[in-house]
């Protein structure tokens, strides 16, 4: 990784620790772009490719805005990836698993984050960890 402050650990797996940054969404933002940069998900010109890593960037603010929130803010965001399956997981401290909001109009702000992940990412989730939990989307490469 450059300069984003995250790190590659033996794993493959990028890793961002935050723990009350400020600008964290940027931040974060910035941190994934390099990440896909570093695996090669920037090379490709293509219109479709482009579109895939608009919506990378999307979901993770999505899922960054909801863990400042709802959940104190992100302490960690992880990228890893398997072939052409990228996978983005934001953790934070919080253990409530977060809920689809129930349908309202597109018109009104708020409680649209998750929908916007479930439609873009081919996988979405969490997971309990270390007292909080892991939000998480996979998506493929174009």
């Avoid at 479709?48 to 979901?59: G, T």
């Avoid at 934070?92 to 689809?100: E, G, H, I, S």
Wanted: aromatic letters at 4%; one cysteine or more.
């Amino acid at each position: 990784m450059d300069g984003t402050g995250g790190a590659t650990g033996a794993d493959g797996v990028d890793r961002l620790r935050l723990g009350g940054a400020r600008g964290v969404v940027g931040r974060c933002r910035d941190f994934v772009s390099a990440s896909l940069a570093s695996r090669g998900w920037l090379d490709d010109p293509a219109e479709e490719q482009r579109a895939v890593v608009e919506d990378v960037l999307l979901m993770t603010s999505e899922l960054v805005t909801n863990a400042c929130l709802h959940a104190g803010g992100p302490q960690e965001v992880a990228v890893s990836s398997a072939g052409d399956r990228l996978r983005v997981e934001v953790a934070d401290d919080n253990p409530d698993r977060p809920r689809l909001r129930p349908l309202t109009a597109p018109a009104y702000p708020g409680g649209h984050g998750l929908r916007v992940v479930q439609r873009l990412a081919r996988r979405w989730g969490s997971d309990a960890r270390n007292g909080g939990k892991v939000v998480w989307f996979e998506i493929d490469h174009a």
